[in-house]
């Protein structure tokens, strides 16, 4: 790793089971010269567990920008360093992507370590044969915006903490229906791991089924939407931008003329 600037590794690191560490992954936080860490607390488990002896330090979501200086700093002087996240991948849904950006716009050398990721675990294991997928990572059932995101012809992939799941899950089926199928994974390769897909209608009463089941850490995949014609999602495309300057009976009215929809199939109260 000798070289005039250092390299940034990004290094998924297991999300539950820490035998799906890849070899690779061990490799390359054996030799950088330091990791960055989002709690160095949790990934002492890690490195203990590998005999890795590398300096670590904390970049998390509240010293991202001052902790990535330093870094840059270090890159610059031709160390190398690893980035990892409690678990999973590095920047998605976790801190990271401020010191890459960094990186980039530096000329510095960023390369990716691949390995476990919960939403595309889930994904894997959720069946829907979907060439495509929407991740929206945590995001807000109250949202308007994050609501009209559902309704996708494909998957949507949700990260969810145990408090609020039961809420979104309810969240879920008030929006798409009983009928549309819901995926939740349950503590992924762990111990407790739970995967059940069955229909909105059935998801409410088996996250009561038992106290346990509102526990650690849960991926929601929401089975594919109806599909809806290209002409269609114009309008409402064409209605949306129209509302923001006039009545929700008016931007239908005004939407209807330019795309030839019908009035009534556009109108959507505020």
Known sequence: MSQSHGTLYIVATPIGNLADASARSIEVLRAVDLIACEDTRTSRTLLARHGIQARTTALHAHNERAAGEKLLAALREGRSVALISDAGTPGVSDPGALLVA?????GLRVVPVPGPNAAIAAWSAAG????????????????????????RPWPVILYEAPHRVLGTVRA??????PERELVIARELTKKFEEIARLPLARAPAWLEAGPHRQQGEFVLVLGPGPQRKAGAVEGERVRDILARE???????RLAAKITGLPRNSLYKPK
Not at 129 to 151: P, V
């Open 128 to 151: 829907f044969g979907s060439e495509s997928f929407q991740y929206l990572g945590f995001a807000s059932t109250s949202a308007k915006d994050f609501l009209e995101q559902l309704d």
């Open 102 to 106: 960094a990186a980039h716009r530096e």
């Open 172 to 177: 879920l089926l008030e929006r798409c229906g």
């Open 246 to 252: 006039m009545s929700a009976s008016d931007a239908a």
